[in-house]
């Protein structure tokens, strides 16, 4: 039988451990410019020892980065991380670091400079808002002469259109139970909502939203009508013989009737359907100086920082406990880390951007055709981080270039190989496939062939579907269905 054995011994291990600034730090590094802006205004609220100075001027980049670079305790800090977070050394003199700070310029430890936006008024009071689909037909609601379960009815209709202005999951008979009317006064409630602006809000599919619209432009036409209901399949794929023969008229007329449908609304809903402005603000700029590409970094909205010089009188002061030193000094160490992972994450990303500036420096002179290909991997080992960094980096952070505002993660591509020369990145080929419909003949699209002939002239060599998935990305539709004949 086996006996159990208790026993001492000592083992040396290596762990991984992530400190709590540590954790802040990564953080720091995958926010967003706006999201930063925020996170520091929630640091500013929660944390007594930082404050901002308003009216001065703040750190750029390079002071920044120069007085990270002599400061002592970054340094350490850049140690620290590498050790994944193990630090035994001893926290910062606190009574020391306030007594240089109270002999320093006022804009010593500032995160940014003051911004030229600092004397416009609040954004908020610019502000407005758009009225719904739901409040602009309601609106004219009331000037409608109608039975009271008409109204009723028709402002049960209105509040349970979607965004396209379809009445969906609803039939006539469930609008009637719910405002409690007839089914006559149902039905003539959706006609009221059809008839009001936009038109024809309140149909249930295309086709009836597309002949309402088609009745009242076309009020004396035989055909359209039937058009629309029996042949907007053929219409789609241009076979146009069908309808012809169907409707007993000719292709030509056939071909002016699928004029006069494109004209038509499919969404009516369309105008008050869409999303509200997204505003990207771009965390990096790359602007050509002199014929020299510069790398500026946006600093706008970003508070200025430093830690409180009122909390030395606070530390020598008698009155203090040693509990509310203790404190004290937590919330200085908070605000000091904060204020240098802003420093050190300012930092990483003009050393990421300066590795893509200089690995895609014909893209940016060129324009997109000439963007290369690149994964996180070729970026990493240029400025000596792991890949994850370069990836947090690069995750939701913009930059504005010629060429417009783009995220950094665009940058990297899968490459295609040519037959001579050097690779192109996907996103390349996929603009030769754009530049290529936008300048085809709309009576004779180019095929996904046609269009992998032309690119083997240029010595690419592409598959077919690949193309088809590319012209999909793209949004573009196929070469039947973009065809024109008029």
Known sequence: MAQLILSQSLKLQQNL????????????????????????????????????????????????????QKDSQAQKADVIDQNNGADADAGVDWEKVLDQLASQPSDVGNAAGPSRFDDLPPIE???????????????????????????????????????????????????????????????????????????????????????????????EDPYVEGIIRDHLHDLETRNYAVVARDIGQDVEDVIEYHRMIRKLEPWPGREFADDPNQY??????????????????????????????????????QESTKEDKTYIKERLDS??????????????????????LDKQQEFFENGEEYLRPMVLRDIAEEIEVHESTVSRVTTNKYVQTPHGILELKYFFNAGIQRGHGDDLAAESVKMMVKKLVAAENPKKPLSDSAIVKLLAKTDITIARRTVAKYRTQLGILSSSQRKRLF
């Not at 930082?50 to 002071?63: H, K, R």
Request: proline residues 3%; negative net charge.
């Open 280 to 317: 990207i603000t771009p965390d990096i700029e790359v602007v050509k100086l002199g014929g020299v590409w510069k790398i500026v970094q946006n600093e706008d909205g970003m508070p200025r920082l430093r830690v409180s010089p009122y909390y030395r009188k606070v530390l020598l002061g």
């Open 125 to 219: 009071t610019n502000l407005t808002v758009s009225s719904s689909l739901q409040e602009h037909l309601l609106s004219q609601l009331g000037m409608q002469l109608c039975t009271d379960g008409e109204r009723q009815a028709c402002a049960v209709i209105i509040l349970n259109l979607d965004h396209r202005g379809y009445l969906v999951d609803m039939t006539l008979e469930d609008v009637a139970e719910e405002a409690d009317a007839d089914l006559d006064d149902a039905e003539g409630a959706q006609m009221i909502v059809q008839a009001m602006d936009p038109i024809s809000c309140g149909c249930v599919s295309l086709e009836e939203t597309l002949c309402v619209q088609a009745k009242l432009r076309w009020p």
């Open 335 to 356: 605000a000091d880390f904060l204020i240098k992972s802003i420093f050190k994450r300012q930092r990483t990303i003009h050393r990421v951007m300066e590795a893509i």
């Open 17 to 68: 451990i992530i400190t709590v600034q540590l954790q802040q730090a990564i953080r720091l590094l995958q926010l967003s410019h706006q999201e930063l802006v925020a996170e520091v205004q929630r640091e500013l609220v929660e944390n007594p020892t930082l404050e901002e100075v308003p009216g001065t001027d703040g750190l750029d980049y390079s002071d920044a980065e120069n007085k990270l």
